[in-house]
């Protein structure tokens, strides 16, 4: 699903950059990334949704090599991903339908349709009656599953996750966790940058170790 | 062997799209429409800031334009004064008046053309020494010169241009005396100019401001909303998809804030500018400031919905990098 070669970037004032990244990670894999702050957690994820393109290498996603993708393809790669964050990104000035909706009106679904999908997701999330309030009066954890949500109301391919529990506390925490788990099951790819320890221990499956732009090591465990 | 009933599996997964809201292309648009009036009524602050900042821009340029408007052709009235008189000592038979219009208004440039005879002169003459009439005891109109009196055409009012056309009209055999208030027609050539290049500059200057406040007003007002733009294109909204709705909104704040601008304009010159005219023409006669043309009217409504539209084309391209 995921594959990295040879993969080298350099931002040109920052010194954190990724080296020769090779990586692969098959479809309806769990994998965490992990490493100190300014190891390229985040740019290896960046990468992954053509936010950024490499210097050197390749970078396949679904099948598509990204280094070769026109800025027009890059749309259409990213309605098959779905990708949360530490600070959710959710537009405040609209409801927790509308934040979730979005996603289904850039696919161009119709709205009858639209309704029931997005009512349908928000009743998993065990926020359905939270529907109609702005995204700013809910609690952390609340906003998470809204980020969820839309990130996971078209059935992705792959989710990815940049640090999704670090404004939760450990009770929100495992319900996050829970639903990466739920949509894993469902068949999408799972990426998930952390330093969470305590996520890991719980979730892992499969743990790759990221340190100063390299890849340092990689555990797989067979029990989740 | 029965390769083409083996699907690979999840391959539709994200194509299920029950069914397609707005196909073609008026239903994009409607959809667009309906993106960009939500988006209004959800950012009514910053919709209220742009439009307002439109009006006045625009209410600007508009009162500008009314007074230059008028000055124009407050001056297109006094270069009216502009004319030829040729001189003759004696009264012209009707034969001969008739000879010299048809060789006058061949020339080209003029527009009128009067024969003022000795009576009518004296008749001026008396008129102007009004209650002074004594001083022509005794004088007969036999004293006063016959004259053709002509009036140029508006592109013939030039210096220079008067100044060929005397130089024509004395070519004509019989004509010797002619005058057109040389130094009153040189004067108000440079004065005609110095307005012109001062209109323009301060036009200039108007336009550039207002297109520089407006671009930065809609500028803050997209920057303000960056967040919107970066979660569509997170969510695989293609560059059109983002920028449609917000170059729709930037034509109707536009469109929105010169009629605004327009109806201020209005108001303003019934409440006091329609009876304030004398002040620039100089003319008690003229009854006061007559209001914007049409096609000017319509050059705003344009002009203010592609200020709206434009300002936020070149804001968004700073935004987005999808």
């Known amino acids: ?224 | 062997m029965n390769k083409w009933k083996k699907k690979p599996p999840d391959v539709n997964r994200t194509s299920r799209r029950p069914t397609l809201s707005g196909d073609g292309f008026g239903g994009r648009a409607g959809f667009f429409l309906a993106r960009a009036l939500t988006n209004i009524r959800q950012n009514v602050f910053v919709n209220v800031v742009t439009v307002g900042t439109i009006t006045l821009a625009l209410l600007i340029v508009a009162l500008f334009l009314l007074v230059f408007v008028n000055l124009e052709s407050a001056v297109e009235n006094w270069s009216e004064r502009v004319q030829v008189t040729v001189y003759f000592d004696k009264e012209l038979l009707p034969q001969e008046q008739t000879a010299f219009r048809e060789k006058i208004t061949a020339l080209s440039g003029v527009s009128r053309i009067a024969y003022v005879s000795r009576d009518e002169a004296f008749k001026r003459f008396k008129g102007r020494l009004r209650g002074q009439e004594t001083l022509l005891e005794g004088v007969r109109s036999e004293i006063m010169p016959t004259s053709f009196e002509i009036a140029l055409k508006s592109a013939y009012r030039e210096t220079a241009s008067v100044e060929s056309f005397v130089t024509k009209l004395k070519q004509i055999p019989g004509i010797s005396e002619v005058q057109y208030g040389e130094e009153w027609v040189r004067r108000f050539n440079s004065f005609l100019n110095f307005m012109r290049l001062l209109g323009a500059l301060l036009g200039g200057f108007l336009v550039i401001a207002v297109i520089f406040i407006v671009s930065n007003t809609i500028k803050l007002t997209i920057y303000s909303r960056r967040d919107e733009l970066e979660v569509m294109s997170l969510v695989g909204a293609t560059r059109l998809f983002i920028t449609a709705p917000f170059l729709l909104e930037g034509l109707i704040q536009g469109l929105a804030g010169s009629l605004l601008s327009l109806a201020l304009l209005y108001g303003v010159y019934e409440g006091f500018l329609h009876n304030a005219g004398s002040f620039i023409t100089f003319n008690p006669a003229a009854s006061g400031l007559s209001f914007l043309p049409l096609e000017y009217l319509s050059g705003l409504l344009l002009g203010g919905a592609l200020l709206g539209f434009i300002g936020s084309l070149t804001s968004l391209k700073r935004f987005i990098n999808v």
Not at chain 1, 31 to 44: E, R, W, Y
Not at chain 1, 140 to 147: C, H, K, P, T
């Open chain 1, 1 to 224: 699903m995921i594959q990295l070669h040879n993969v080298f970037l350099a931002y040109q004032q920052d010194a954190s950059a990724l080296h020769n990244i090779n990586l692969k990670i098959g479809k309806g894999e769990f994998v965490f990334l992990t490493g100190p702050s300014g190891a390229g957690k985040t740019t290896l994820l960046r990468l992954l949704y053509g936010a950024l393109t490499p210097n050197r290498g390749q970078v396949l996603v679904d099948g598509q090599n990204i280094t070769r993708m026109t800025p027009a393809q890059i749309p259409l790669l990213r309605r098959s991903i779905g990708v949360v964050f530490q600070d959710f990104k959710l537009l405040h000035n609209r409801t927790v339908f509308e934040n979730v909706a979005i996603t289904l009106e850039v696919l161009g679904w119709g709205r009858a349709d639209i309704g029931k999908k997005t009512m349908h997701m928000l009743k998993q999330m065990g926020i359905d009656s939270k529907y109609n309030l702005i995204t700013q009066r809910l609690s952390g954890g609340e906003q998470q599953r809204v980020a969820l949500a839309r990130a996971l109301v078209n059935d992705p391919k792959i989710l990815l996750a940049d640090e999704p529990t670090g404004n939760l506390d450990d009770a929100n925490k495992n319900q996050i966790l829970t639903i990466f788990k739920e949509a894993n099951i469902r068949g999408t790819t799972v990426v998930v940058a952390t330093h969470d320890r305590r996520l890991i221990d719980q979730g892992h499956k499969r743990l790759v170790t990221l340190s100063k732009g390299e890849i340092v090591e990689q555990v797989e465990k067979e029990t989740a």
